[in-house]
């Protein structure tokens, strides 16, 4: 069992080198939306990687024996979670990255379009990330959650009050959906104000360039001229 477990732990060598690789993507990313856009709009990044403890008590409660399989079955070992603030953001962003060629998505499930009986509305990302040590290549699952700030404080707080507890309540489960509901109105009324925001600044912007092109042109022919 001891050297088991021993080959398991080393195996985890390969997620910390996911979870680093995909805390590097998630920065220039970062950086390339700050670089391109005038507000950015991801809020936050965080990432990480499930504890040994957390990951065979998971593959327990899946009646999973204590493998290198049963650990690639795993999609969530390695996670990173995306606080975008406005709901257009969110799929922003989820586009990136599925363009970045440094990634392979396996999934997109779209809890936005489709949520879940809890409530909870996000786009997680399944993805894999090639990683080498020692000259042996593989490729690692990772999840990635994108939210809006109003979905990441909903869901922190229903983790807390319903996660993983079979004795929370109907009613209190029914609540944190109606919540849930509120929060999400909320959502659209803040990325309606943001949207007509993103076509003032289309406006401004363009305005600024005619009259940027208006002057060359003039100083252009005030050159010619002389």
Known sequence: MQAKLKNFKKNLLYYEAAMKQLKTYLEILNTEISFLDIDNPINHVSTRI???????????R??????IESLNSLNDIVGARIVCDFLDNVYLVSDKLKNNKNIKIIEVKDYIKNPKNSGYRGIH???????????TLKNIRSEI????VCMDSWASNEHKLNYKHVSTSKEVKDELRANAEQVWKVDLSMNKLY???????????????NI???????????????
């Open 145 to 148: 959650q994108i939210r809006t």
């Open 195 to 209: 949207q007509e925001k993103q076509v003032k600044n289309k406006g401004i912007i363009e305005t600024i360039e």
């Open 125 to 135: 990302l399944i993805i894999e990330i090639p990683v080498s040590i020692d000259g």
């Open 212 to 226: 940027s092109k208006y002057k060359w042109r003039v100083q252009n022919e005030i050159w010619r001229k002389n």
């Open 62 to 67: 899946k009646n999973l024996p204590l493998t």
């Open 50 to 60: 499930k504890s040994t403890e957390s990951i065979i008590l998971k593959l327990q």
